[in-house]
């Protein structure tokens, strides 16, 4: 059997002494590409209990073809508001090849006091743990609009940034700050599943050597 022809093709009719009984010629039509899917691929779902985007878009656009989901549904998009894996499996035009992407849905269960955390205490003594003080986060990319102020007990600022990587390392005018509680104000726009939430919070920090 020869495979993959395309285009014109000359097609003899030989007899049983190799002799040339016939000849025609054929247009093969090329076979479109099938389209190229992702494999697979794992995505988060925002609830409705966290007030952020309730679906998830599972979005497979590609050439002309049969689109099939694990959920019943046929079309290239389908929305999806619970957690699972779901699969596609796509059938070209002709029926002669298929192929099958799957999505793995998880839900998300982090509201923004996991995702952004302030100490209550940090010790500059130079040890290289826990010297400077700002928040903890895994990814401080979601953080825009951000400021840091720190005052001591009497009011004075002493302490502002607008870099959430950057933190205060205990110093004032490059002197040593005295074991304290400090007060911070820290305001930003935090995103959270595509969303975007302001905040702004008011709290203490203990100083120690």
Request: glycine fraction near 6%; include cysteine.
């Amino acid at each position: 059997m020869i495979k993959n022809l395309k285009g014109i093709v000359k097609i003899y009719i030989i007899g049983k002494e190799e002799c040339n009984i016939d000849s025609f010629v054929i247009n093969i039509p090329e076979h479109p590409a099938f389209p190229n899917i992702r494999p697979f691929d794992t995505l988060t779902l925002c609830t409705e209990l966290e007030l952020f985007g309730p679906s998830v878009i599972l979005d497979n656009k590609t050439t002309p073809v049969k689109y099939q989901w694990s959920n019943g549904k046929n079309t290239p998009i389908i929305t999806v508001d619970e957690p699972g894996i779901y699969t596609l499996t796509i059938t070209d035009a002709n029926n002669c090849s298929s192929a099958i992407s799957t999505f793995e849905v998880n839900q998300q269960s982090q509201t923004f006091d996991d995702i952004f955390k302030m100490p209550n205490v940090f010790t500059p003594d130079g040890n290289n743990e826990n010297d400077f003080f700002l928040p903890y986060m895994e990814n401080y990319d979601l953080v825009t609009d951000y400021k840091l102020q720190i005052y001591n007990r009497w009011g004075q600022l002493i302490f502002e940034t607008t870099t959430p990587k950057s933190g205060w390392n205990g110093e004032y005018n490059n002197e040593r700050s005295r074991i304290d509680t400090y007060i911070y104000v820290v305001s930003g726009k935090l995103e959270i599943c595509n969303k975007t939430e302001n905040f702004k919070l008011k709290g203490d920090v203990t100083l120690i050597r």
